[in-house]
């Protein structure tokens, strides 16, 4: 079987802090010290001991904070998961190719989750609010990773998509990937 056929990658619409998933991957910052949009809205939802786990781990293994394109996990506090992985995209330029550290977002962020035994996994669209990522190239990306990366014991991959645009683009971008 391959990993296409065993990995169910599915659109949901709305606010990836609602979700029951085992892993919700957050569009961190490098501090982990919390930030806006999806960051923040985990935060906020999931209390403070993700802050706590996340001052930990600058404290000892990630001192100058994580870099873009890794993945580190903590407890998802009182959020309806058991992690959220942190994972810092990369800002958009049009005058440099991020695209692999995009990627290394999406690949590394399922490693992490998988290594830990989930079998759920819920990603934001990485990028694509305050570092500026195009949406129609960020789901190309998004999707194309999944599908290629997403492996046992994870079963469903779950992308949660703030708005109609955004939804919209990843089920164009799936469409296009399974064509
Ligand atoms: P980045 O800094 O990586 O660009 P953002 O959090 O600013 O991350 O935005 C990433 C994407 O997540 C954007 O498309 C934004 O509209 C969306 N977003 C913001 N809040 C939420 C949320 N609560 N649930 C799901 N998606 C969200």
Redesign the pocket.
């Known amino acids: 079987m391959s990993t296409l056929s065993a990995v169910e990658v599915t659109l949901v619409r ?5 979700q029951t998933v085992d892993a919700v991957v ?4 490098s501090s982990l010290l919390g ?8 935060h906020r939802r999931g209390g403070p001991e993700i802050l706590a786990e996340c001052r930990k781990l600058r404290a000892s293994h990630y001192g100058g904070g994580l870099a873009t394109g890794r993945a580190v996990a903590t407890t998802a506090g009182r959020l309806d998961a058991r992690w959220v992985v942190h994972t ?2 990369p ?2 330029s049009a005058a440099e190719d991020r695209s692999a550290l995009l990627e290394s977002c999406y690949r590394t962020s399922l490693r992490v989750a998988a290594e830990l035994g989930a079998r759920t996994v819920a990603f ?10 195009p ?1 129609d190239d ?1 789901a190309r990306i998004a999707v194309r990773t999944v599908l290629a990366e997403a492996a046992a014991p994870v079963e469903e991959v779950r992308f ?4 109609a645009a ?1 939804y919209d683009e990843f089920e164009r971008a799936l469409a296009a990937a399974r064509a």
């Open positions: 709305g606010d990836i802090t609602r957050n569009a961190a910052n930030g806006g949009g999806v960051d923040g809205a985990i810092v995209g800002v958009w934001p669209a990485i990028s694509t609010g305050v570092y500026g990522w949406m960020g949660v998509l703030f708005d955004a």
